[in-house]
């Protein structure tokens, strides 16, 4: 079945870089988009951003420019999202999602999201 | 502060009908299709409604969901106890720093 599964939980201390794997199965990788989804502890989604998986071109949401990056590799239909010099205020649960391209303009997949937290 | 503004709460006793608001702008939900995300606790958002009032396959006609101007609407009927959860409506923004912008979410008691 078409999924995205997202590596585990991880604990950095401030300073550090972090990561977080997005793999897809059961449909062609390179036909969607993929973008990056944000929620604090408590709070509710803020989009970070996209990448298109055909060119590997990323797109950064304002507020998610320089020290996080956006990256894939194709070979093995997954997505990456690296934070560096980590914040405490980084602290959250990291989401992937397919934007569902044409005639679905929405996030219809989600990965299952990948708790980040930045405490020394 | 969210583009998109929700109720923070909604609740409504089991078999009853609720609606949950999302209400934006021009920029936004006036010329941008509206989807909505049901997030049950502990676990990631799942697509409830896209394009304005479309289920993906799976989601039971229980859930609708409609647009007018720069508002937008998720119904529920026969609710469920199972129900219980956030939920968060999206769109496109076509402002100067085109993004994806969510509500603030609406959690959703069912008493």
């Known amino acids: 079945q078409v999924q995205l599964v997202q590596s585990g939980s991880e604990l950095k201390k401030p300073g550090a870089s972090v990561k977080v794997s997005c793999k897809a199965s059961?449909?062609?990788?390179?036909?969607?988009?993929m973008n990056w989804v944000r929620q604090a502890p408590g709070q509710g989604l803020e989009w970070m951003g996209w990448i298109n998986t055909n060119t590997g071109n990323p797109t950064y949401a304002q507020g998610f420019t320089g020290r996080f990056v956006f990256s894939l590799d194709t070979s093995v239909s997954t997505a990456y999202l690296q934070i560096s010099s980590l914040k405490a205020e980084d602290t959250a649960v990291y989401y992937c999602?397919?934007?569902?391209?044409?005639?679905?303009?929405?996030?219809?997949?989600w990965g299952q999201g990948t708790m980040v937290t930045v405490s020394s | 502060q969210s583009v998109l503004t929700q109720p923070p709460s909604v609740s409504a006793a089991p078999g009853q009908k609720v609606t949950i608001s999302c209400s934006g702008s021009?920029?936004?939900?006036?010329?941008?299709?509206v989807s909505w995300y049901q997030q049950l606790p502990g676990t990631a958002p799942k697509l409830l409604i896209y394009d304005n009032n479309k289920r993906p396959s799976g989601i039971p006609d229980r859930f609708s969901g409609s647009k007018s101007g720069t508002s937008a609407t998720l119904g529920i009927t026969g609710l469920q106890t199972g129900d219980e959860a956030d939920y968060y409506c999206?769109?496109?923004?076509?402002?100067?720093?085109?993004?994806?912008?969510f509500g603030g979410g609406t959690k959703l008691t069912v008493l």
């Open positions: 999602a397919r934007w569902g391209g044409s005639g679905i303009d929405a996030f219809d997949i």
């Open positions: 021009s920029s936004n939900i006036g010329n941008n299709y």
């Open positions: 999206g769109t496109w923004d076509s402002s100067l720093s085109a993004a994806v912008v």
């Open positions: 059961g449909y062609t990788f390179t036909s969607y988009a």
